[in-house]
């Protein structure tokens, strides 16, 4: 990559994965500075410990901002042409937008459309909740819709989508 030059990527897949650990990897690649913004609101004891071994695994060589709502802001604010920001992860983005009663389809659009404008580098973790069965409730079916929209969204923009299973990386685009 050239300097200067901006890059996207989607890194994809189930809970449990491997997905956070495969776009940390490929980050601390770059020779960039490095920005983790969590969007992970910790609500309860299990997701405490969740966060902790997180940030632990990173170490200190990562930046970390916690930012559950205001992601397309802060991206602008923190995108750096020597910068590499990973962003853990889109879908509990999603989740704390619905439960602010925001309009989620309006502020992924807006995310989307901003990547091509953001300097530096920058790398989206999401779960994919697209492969199970039809949730029973429109609450799970709504936020199902919200996160393949966004994630198609985010696609159409990156460089290079990967999607992770069992530890494995599974190249879908670039």
């Given at each position: 990559m050239t300097p200067g030059a901006s890059a996207c990527t989607l890194v994809l897949g189930g809970a449990r994965s491997g997905k956070s650990r495969f776009a940390e990897?490929?980050?601390?690649?770059?020779?960039?500075?490095?920005?983790?913004?969590?969007?992970?609101?910790?609500?309860?004891?299990?997701?405490?410990?969740?966060?902790?071994?997180?940030k632990a695994r990173r170490g200190c060589k990562w930046q970390t901002i916690e930012e559950p709502v205001e992601l397309t802001r802060t991206l602008s604010e923190e995108a750096a042409e020597d910068r590499a920001i990973l962003i853990d992860c889109l879908t509990l983005w999603v989740t704390n937008l619905m439960l602010e009663d925001r309009d989620v389809r309006a502020e992924s659009d807006t995310l989307a459309a901003s990547i091509g404008s953001l300097p530096g580098l920058l790398v989206f973790v999401s779960n994919e909740v697209g492969l199970g069965i039809v949730p029973d409730n429109p609450m799970a079916r709504a936020f199902r819709d919200h996160a393949g929209h966004l994630h198609q969204k985010i696609a159409e923009q990156a460089d290079s989508v990967f999607f992770i299973a069992a530890g494995l990386p599974m190249t879908m685009k670039g």
């Open positions: 990897e490929r980050m601390e690649k770059s020779g960039r500075s490095l920005l983790y913004v969590a969007t992970g609101r910790p609500f309860d004891e299990e997701m405490k410990v969740r966060v902790d071994q997180h």
